[in-house]
C-alpha cells in the first residue's frame, strides 16, 4: 500500500504566498498557481508575477513539491508574446509544468522543451481524446462532468493500451476533488461575456450564475415564486465521503478548487484530504473520521456541500441558496506579530482592532509561516497574566511554531 501512496499526488491550489506555505505545512505534493492575466483566476486571484517565477520554484524545490502554472485561457493573437514570455520565464525558473487547453500554448511549451498538462478546460471525456493529447502532455485532467465509472474505465484504457505521455510513461490522469463548481461544460461559460463583455474564458468572469434571480412571465407580467433565488449557483464538490472510490478508480493527481481563496481554507481543505488518503491507505478510512473531516470543511468556505457530484451519478441539482460563503466559523483580524522568543516559544502581537480572551481559536498567518492554528492558553500583559486582552494592548501568548515579525493575528469564531 506504501507504494501505491506514493503514486498518489495531492494538488493544492495557492494565490499568495500564504496560501502557498499553508499548503506546504498541510501536507500537499503539489501546487499551481497564475501570473499576469493569461489564467483562469486572473480577475479574482492576486496572482503572482513573472518575477515571482524563481521564488516559487525555489521554494517548491527545497519543500520536495511540484510546481504547476496555469496557462489555461484563450489565447488570442496578440497575447503571442506574452504566452511566449510566461513561458519561457516558466522554462528559466524550472517550474514543473504548465496547465494548458490551447493549442498555441501546448505547440509553444513543447517547442521550448517545457512541460504541458492538459487543462480540464480542453473537456477531455473519452479514451481517444486522451490518446490524442498523450502526445502532447504526461498529465491529462479530465472534465469536470464524468462519472467514476467513466474515469474508472478511461484508467483502465490507459494501462491496458499503454497510453504513453511525451516522457515515455503512462498517462497519468487527474482530477477535482473538492471546491467550486460551474454551471457551463467544464468551466466554459459565456454568460459574463455576452452581460459584461468579461470573459470567463479569459478569467475574468464576473459570476453572474452565483446572485439571485427572479423569474417573471413576460406575457402577463407574473412573477413566478421559485423556492431558491440562486438557481444557477451550484454547491461546492466534495469526495471526503467517498475517497476510497476515487482511489480505487485509477486516477492518479487528485486537485483542490480554489487559487482565490484564503490561506486558512487551503491549509484546513488540503490537511483533511492529506489525512483521508493517509487513512486509506492506512487501512484507517472510516465513518466516523469522515463525519469529522465533513465538520472542518465546513468551517472555512463553502457554498454548501454537493456530497457526490458528478461522480456518483447525480445530476447538478443541488443549488447554494444563497450569497457566498456557508462557513460555520469565521477569522476576524484582531493584530500583528511584534517579536518572537525561539527558545521560550513566545510570540508579542500589537493588538489593533479587537480584544482577546484564554480559549480563544486564532489563526496565525503569514508569507513564510503560512498557517499557525492554535488555542490561546494564557495571556501576558505588561508581564501579568490575564484573562481578557483588550484592544490597544501588547500581549504575549505561546505560540510553539515560529512566527514571523508582521504575520497576521486573527480569531476565529463561530458564524452567526
Known amino acids: ?223 413566478l415564486k421559485v423556492e431558491n433565488k440562486y438557481i444557477m449557483s451550484p454547491k461546492d464538490l466534495c469526495t471526503i465521503g467517498f475517497m476510497d472510490k476515487i482511489l480505487e478508480s485509477g486516477v492518479s493527481v487528485l486537485k483542490i478548487e480554489g487559487r482565490a481563496r484564503k490561506e486558512d481554507y487551503v491549509y484546513t481543505v488540503v490537511r483533511v484530504y492529506r489525512e483521508a488518503i493517509d487513512s486509506y491507505f492506512n487501512g484507517e478510512y472510516t465513518k466516523e473520521k469522515i463525519k469529522e473531516w465533513n465538520k472542518r470543511l465546513e468551517a472555512v468556505y463553502n457554498r454548501g456541500f454537493w456530497q457526490g457530484g458528478y461522480y456518483l451519478g447525480k445530476k447538478l441539482g443541488e443549488w447554494s441558496g444563497g450569497y457566498g460563503s456557508q462557513a460555520k466559523e469565521e477569522k476576524t483580524f484582531i493584530g500583528q506579530a511584534k517579536n518572537y522568543f525561539k527558545k521560550s516559544k513566545i510570540a508579542v502581537f500589537d493588538l489593533i482592532s479587537d480584544s482577546l480572551k484564554v480559549g480563544d481559536k486564532i489563526l496565525i498567518t503569514g508569507s513564510t509561516t503560512g498557517v499557525i492554528e492554535s488555542n490561546v492558553e494564557s495571556i501576558y500583559v505588561d508581564d501579568k497574566a490575564v484573562i481578557i486582552a483588550k484592544k490597544g494592548d501588547e500581549i504575549s501568548i505561546l505560540i510553539k511554531e515560529r512566527v514571523r515579525k508582521k504575520d497576521k493575528l486573527y480569531v476565529i469564531r463561530e458564524r452567526k
Open 1 to 223: 500500500m506504501a507504494s501505491l501512496r506514493s503514486q498518489i499526488e495531492l494538488m493544492a491550489p495557492a494565490g499568495s504566498y500564504e496560501s502557498l506555505m499553508a499548503a506546504i505545512k498541510a501536507g500537499a505534493d503539489s501546487i499551481y498557481f497564475g501570473v499576469e492575466q493569461l489564467n483562469m483566476r486572473s480577475r479574482s486571484a492576486n496572482n503572482f508575477t513573472l518575477e515571482d517565477l524563481k521564488k516559487i520554484a525555489t521554494i517548491c524545490k527545497k519543500n520536495k513539491i511540484k510546481s504547476y502554472l496555469t496557462l489555461n485561457t484563450i489565447v488570442y493573437d496578440y497575447d503571442f508574446n506574452l504566452m511566449k514570455k510566461i513561458c519561457d520565464s516558466a522554462k528559466k525558473s524550472r517550474i514543473s509544468a504548465v496547465i494548458a487547453c490551447d493549442m498555441a500554448v501546448i505547440n509553444y511549451a513543447r517547442s521550448i522543451n517545457l512541460v504541458v498538462n492538459m487543462s480540464t478546460q480542453t473537456n477531455i471525456s473519452n479514451i481517444e481524446a486522451v490518446k490524442f493529447y498523450s502526445q502532447f502532455a504526461d498529465v491529462i485532467v479530465l472534465a469536470r462532468e464524468l462519472n467514476l465509472g467513466q474515469i474508472r474505465n478511461i484508467c483502465k484504457e490507459i494501462n491496458e493500451q499503454k497510453i504513453k505521455g511525451p516522457s515515455g510513461e503512462l498517462v497519468k490522469v487527474e482530477i477535482f476533488i473538492h471546491g467550486a463548481l460551474c454551471v457551463a461544460v467544464s468551466g466554459k461559460c459565456y454568460m459574463s461575456l455576452a452581460t459584461y463583455n468579461a470573459s470567463a474564458n479569459r478569467g475574468a468572469c464576473l459570476q453572474n450564475c452565483r446572485r439571485s434571480y427572479k423569474l417573471i412571465d413576460d406575457e402577463t407580467g407574473d412573477e
